[in-house]
């Protein structure tokens, strides 16, 4: 409470129309935060400044450069059961795999859906995932993808009463098409 005194004498103490200290360093803080984003080429209020340094450096990017992210869905049958795995943004990271399980149009149920997802040809160890049901016949999960290249994907559905099924797909986290060539082309220029 003896703080909370001083502080509030010291206030009464100032003069009308002056600022405390504390108020000008925050305010030369935040000067000095637009300014540094300024000079990266960051409008820090979602893009209402569009100035010609930040359009210049969009103009600069190579497009060929550019990861889009994008989902594949591939279907396969095992033991006469239909699936569906969708999986995306197909982008080294955190990735969403979604499986539909179905039988003649009729959503499939099952007691345990494993993914398990390997990198063939690489001394890795496997991404293994256990799939939640989410609604009746439809099960997601989401892990990573450590790097670029060709994934397989196995599915293992363990359903009451009857054996296992597996089921493999192959998915591809791709380089962008041209980031080969850009790169090439860049370092040939110098």
Do not use: C, K
Not at 10 to 30: D, E, M, Q
């Amino acid at each position: 409470m003896i703080a909370l005194d001083r502080t509030d004498a010291r206030a009464s103490r100032a003069r009308p129309g002056r600022r405390p200290v504390g108020w000008l360093l925050a305010s030369g803080a935040v000067a000095l935060l637009l300014s540094a984003l300024a000079v990266r080429g960051i409008a820090p209020w979602g893009g209402l400044a569009q100035g010609g340094r930040q359009a210049a450096t969009a103009q600069r990017i190579d497009p060929r450069l550019i990861l889009r992210p994008h989902t594949l869905t591939q279907v396969g049958t095992a033991g006469g059961l239909r699936l569906a795995l969708t999986a995306g943004p197909l982008m080294p990271g955190p990735n969403r795999f979604e499986l539909r399980l179905g039988a003649h149009g009729v959503p499939g149920a099952a007691a345990h859906v494993h993914l398990t997802a390997v990198m063939p040809g690489m001394a890795m160890r496997p991404v293994t995932l256990s799939m939640r049901e989410v609604r009746r016949g439809r099960y997601v999960a989401v892990g990573r993808l450590s790097m670029f290249g060709r994934w397989q994907l196995t599915v293992r559905i363990d359903r009451p009463g009857a054996a296992p099924l597996t089921h493999r797909f192959s998915i591809g986290v791709d380089l962008p098409p041209g980031l080969l060539g850009a790169a090439g082309g860049r370092g040939n220029s110098h």
